[in-house]
């Protein structure tokens, strides 16, 4: 799956280990997502970000907030003074979902068309 086509995705609610992804889809999905990294305890995906200044960083934050807000995912946070820092897990499975994947791979395409 390319990095076009999980964009184009919608979440969907996912409650148990069914939906867990195993290790060949998160590595392949993670391929997909230039910079994206697996968190050590390999329930989440993270990525950090650098801006010019507070109001780029928070003006991102906000694009951000209306994508997790649309797709009913949303991230960990982390903000500063010219960065922020994001995470997706899924909760509700207790490990790695489709969900984290489509919600990044939508930041994604957020970055590519500024």
Request: with cysteine; charged share 20%.
């Amino acid at each position: 799956m390319t990095l076009q086509e999980l964009a184009r995705q919608h979440c969907v609610p996912r409650k148990g280990a069914e939906h867990a992804l195993d290790e060949a889809a998160v590595t392949q999905l993670l391929a997909q997502l230039p910079g994206w990294q697996r968190e050590a305890d390999g329930k989440a995906i993270a990525k950090s970000y650098r801006f010019a200044d507070f109001h780029r960083t928070m003006g991102f934050l906000n694009a951000v907030a209306f994508i997790a807000n649309q797709q009913d995912h949303h991230p960990d946070i982390a903000a500063g003074y010219g960065h922020c820092r994001l995470a997706f897990s899924t909760h509700d499975v207790g490990a790695l979902s489709l969900n984290d994947f489509i919600c990044a791979a939508k930041i994604e395409r957020l970055i590519a068309e500024r």
